[in-house]
């Protein structure tokens, strides 16, 4: 009967990371620079004369080697999109956008998991 028990638990063990981990974002933000692996700031608002955001997030619950998506959108309009991999259960990771003139306005960056569902979505104003 133990062994029956302890078969059971070790059966469950190795399949508790699939089971309950889940691909999430626990932090996302907008930023003028990506520094030792973190962000230096978190913007909502920006002149529009800056020269390149980041979009840094961290992604945690990741069972195995999988991607995240970034995709920028100003007004609407999708204006890049950047696969970048999760190599493991909490992973930092970030994109970039060149941000030219005439671009002011309503920006969103959508965080897509690997299916692409959506994860987070993250506004911001360029002025």
Same mark, same amino acid.
């Given at each position: 009967?133990?062994?029956?028990?302890?078969?059971?638990?070790?059966?469950?063990?190795?399949?508790?990371? $699939?089971? *309950?981990?889940? !691909?999430?974002?626990? =932090?996302?933000?907008? %930023?003028?620079?990506?520094?030792?692996?973190?962000?230096?700031?978190?913007?909502?608002?920006?002149?529009?004369?800056?020269?390149?955001?980041?979009?840094?997030?961290?992604?945690?619950?990741?069972?195995?080697?999988?991607?995240? $998506?970034? *995709?920028?959108? !100003?007004?609407?309009? =999708?204006?890049?999109? %950047?696969?970048?991999?999760?190599?493991?259960?909490?992973?930092?990771?970030?994109?970039?956008?060149?941000?030219?003139?005439?671009?002011?306005?309503?920006?969103?960056?959508?965080?897509?998991?690997?299916?692409?569902?959506?994860?987070?979505?993250?506004?911001?104003?360029?002025?």
């Amino acid at each position: 009967m133990k062994i029956h028990r302890l078969a059971m638990f070790l059966l469950m063990l190795c399949c508790l990371p $699939t089971a *309950v981990l889940a !691909l999430e974002v626990s =932090e996302a933000v907008i %930023t003028t620079q990506v520094s030792d692996r973190a962000p230096v700031d978190a913007i909502q608002a920006y002149p529009a004369s800056v020269e390149r955001l980041f979009c840094f997030t961290r992604v945690t619950g990741a069972a195995e080697d999988t991607s995240i $998506t970034h *995709v920028w959108y !100003l007004h609407g309009v =999708e204006m890049s999109r %950047t696969e970048l991999p999760v190599r493991s259960g909490d992973w930092r990771t970030w994109s970039q956008k060149t941000i030219f003139p005439g671009s002011a306005g309503d920006w969103k960056v959508d965080v897509l998991g690997p299916e692409g569902k959506l994860l987070k979505s993250i506004s911001f104003t360029l002025n």
